[in-house]
C-alpha cells in the first residue's frame, strides 16, 4: 500500500505513463467507501441520459443502458490516468447535439450523424491536447461570440423542457416542484446559510441533484405522472450485441465524408462550452490545494484534453452517446473538494475520493433495484439536469461578454442558435463582429457602461429614498 507512505507536500504514489501518471485502488491511493456508497446512489444521474437516446435514436431501454455502462467505465479513466476530475457529460452542448442530430431522418442516417459528431469532437480534443493549444484556441474567439455560445446552450437547454412535446408537458407537476426543490438547494442564499447550522441539511446540500430525483421519484405518482416503481432484484442486462449491430460501426458502417465536414460548426460550439468546464476544474482543485497543502495535486489541461478525447473516440465507435464524454461533472467536483478540504482523515487523497466515487456509480448501474427503483423518472432527473444547466450557462454566458455591444451580439448569436444551429450562429456572430468591431474583431471592446448603468441606478435609488 504505497498510498501510506506519502510525505507531507508530496504527490500520491504513481506509475508514470508518458504525459499519464496511473494510481491503482488500495495501492496507489486509500479506497474511500463513504464516497463509494455515494457513488451507487448517483449512478441515478448517469441513468438519466436513458430518455435522451431513447428519443434520438429510438433504441430499446437496455440497449440505451448499454451505452451509459461503457460511457461509465471510461469514467474510470481520468482518476487512473491522473486527472483528479470527476469526469461527466458536456451537458449544456446536449441540447444543440440532439438539434444538430435531428436535421437526420431517424435510423442509420441519425446514428450516423451522431458518430462523426463525437469522433470529430474526440479528434479535436485529442490534437489540441498533443499540441497545447487548447487555451490558444479559445483565445482566439471574440467575446462576443464566446457568449452568444454559452447563453445559447444555456437557452437551448430550457426550451427543449418547455417546447411543444417536451418532458414539461409530461411531468408538469414533478418538474415545477422538483426543480423548485432544487433551485434552493443549489442557489439560495438562506439555505446555504441554514445548512452551515445543521449538519443533516449540509449532507443533504453535497448530494448535489440526487435528493432531489429521490423526492421525484414520490411527487410524480402522487400526480399521475408515473407509475410507482417496481423494484425488481438481480442484476441489470444492458443489450450490447443489439447496441454494435444496429447502433455503430460494426453493424452500419463509418459515416459518409461529408458529414465529418458538417458537424465542425457544432462541435466547436460544443467545444467552447467544453472548455469553460476545463477552467472550472482548474480552479475547483486549486481551492482544495490551498486548504490541503500536504498533498500536491498536479492539474494538466492537456492531459485532460487527452482523456476525454480518447473518451469520445472511443465511445463513438462502440456506443455513440449524445451527452457526449465531458471533463467534469461539476456538482460532483465541488463536492469532491469540498470532503477533500476536510483533511487526510477525512480523504487521505483527492484521487481516493474521486476514483471511489466513480467505482461507486459502476457498481450502481449493474444493480437492478437501483435501476428499477428510478426508471420511472428518468425524464425528470434529465429535465432537472437541463434546467439547472440552462441556468448556469445563461449566467456565464452573459459574464463572457465584456460590453453591452459584446451582449446585444450574444443575445443574436444565442437566439439563431437555438433556432438554426451552429453553422447559421457562428456566420450571424462573425459579419456582426466584422461590423461592430472592425480591426478589433478578435478582442471586441472593454467599455465602463455596465458600471455605469449601475452607478446611475443608485443616484436613481438615493433621489427616490
Not at 133 to 160: D, Q, T, W, Y
Not at 349 to 357: A, R
Request: aromatic share 12%; charged share 15%.
Amino acid at each position: 500500500m504505497k498510498w501510506k507512505n506519502r510525505k507531507y507536500g508530496e504527490e500520491s504514489p504513481y506509475i508514470p505513463a508518458g504525459p499519464f501518471k496511473v494510481r491503482l485502488p488500495f495501492i496507489h491511493y486509500r479506497f474511500e467507501w463513504p464516497d463509494y456508497v455515494q457513488g451507487l446512489l448517483m449512478c441515478a444521474v448517469d441513468l438519466s441520459a436513458i430518455p435522451l437516446l431513447m428519443e434520438l435514436l429510438g433504441m430499446p431501454f437496455e440497449v440505451a443502458l448499454a451505452i451509459v455502462v461503457l460511457n461509465g467505465l471510461f469514467y474510470l479513466l481520468h482518476h487512473l490516468l491522473g486527472d483528479p476530475a470527476v469526469p461527466g457529460w458536456i451537458t449544456p452542448a446536449i441540447p444543440l447535439i440532439m438539434l444538430y442530430c435531428q436535421q437526420f431522418p431517424e435510423g442509420p442516417e441519425r446514428v450516423h450523424s451522431l458518430i462523426a459528431f463525437q469522433l470529430t469532437l474526440g479528434i479535436l480534443s485529442l490534437l489540441l491536447g498533443a499540441t497545447g493549444l487548447a487555451s490558444k484556441v479559445v483565445r482566439f474567439i471574440p467575446p462576443a461570440l464566446k457568449a452568444g455560445v454559452i447563453l445559447g446552450a444555456g437557452l437551448a437547454a430550457v426550451i427543449s423542457v418547455f417546447q411543444v412535446g417536451g418532458r414539461f408537458e409530461l411531468f408538469p407537476w414533478t418538474i415545477s416542484i422538483a426543480i423548485g426543490i432544487g433551485f434552493y438547494l443549489l442557489f439560495s442564499k438562506h439555505f446555504i446559510q441554514f445548512q452551515n447550522r445543521n449538519a443533516f441539511w449540509k449532507t443533504i446540500a453535497k448530494l448535489g441533484i440526487f435528493p432531489v430525483i429521490l423526492v421525484a421519484v414520490f411527487i410524480a405518482p402522487l400526480f399521475g405522472e408515473a407509475k410507482w416503481p417496481t423494484i425488481e432484484w438481480g442484476f441489470s442486462s444492458p443489450d450490447f450485441i443489439t447496441l454494435w449491430n444496429e447502433y455503430t460501426v460494426f453493424g452500419l458502417g463509418l459515416p459518409p465524408f461529408m458529414m465529418f465536414i458538417t458537424a465542425i460548426p457544432t462541435v466547436l460550439a460544443a467545444y467552447i462550452v467544453l472548455f469553460g468546464d476545463v477552467l472550472q476544474v482548474k480552479a475547483l482543485v486549486e481551492d482544495g490545494q490551498s486548504i490541503r497543502p500536504d498533498e500536491k495535486v498536479d492539474y494538466n489541461p492537456n492531459r485532460s484534453h487527452w482523456i476525454f478525447g480518447l473518451r469520445n473516440g472511443a465511445m463513438s465507435i462502440i456506443g455513440p452517446d449524445v451527452t457526449m464524454a465531458g471533463p467534469v461533472w461539476s456538482a460532483m467536483q465541488v463536492v469532491m473538494v469540498e470532503r477533500f478540504k476536510k483533511g487526510r482523515k477525512a480523504m487521505d487523497s483527492i484521487f481516493g475520493g474521486m476514483g471511489s466515487f466513480r467505482w461507486g456509480t459502476n457498481t450502481g448501474l449493474w444493480l437492478l433495484p437501483i435501476v428499477s427503483f428510478v426508471e420511472p423518472i428518468l425524464g425528470v432527473a434529465m429535465a432537472l439536469t437541463l434546467l439547472i444547466q440552462g441556468y448556469v450557462s445563461v449566467k456565464v454566458g452573459i459574464l463572457e461578454a465584456r460590453s453591452q455591444k459584446d451582449l446585444g451580439v450574444a443575445g443574436i448569436v444565442a437566439a439563431v442558435l437555438c433556432i438554426k444551429g451552429a453553422a447559421w450562429a457562428f456566420a450571424v456572430g462573425i459579419i456582426l463582429c466584422l461590423l461592430l468591431y472592425g480591426k478589433d474583431f478578435f478582442k471586441g471592446e472593454v467599455d465602463k457602461t455596465f458600471n455605469k448603468d449601475s452607478e446611475d441606478l443608485k443616484k436613481q435609488e438615493k433621489q427616490v429614498s
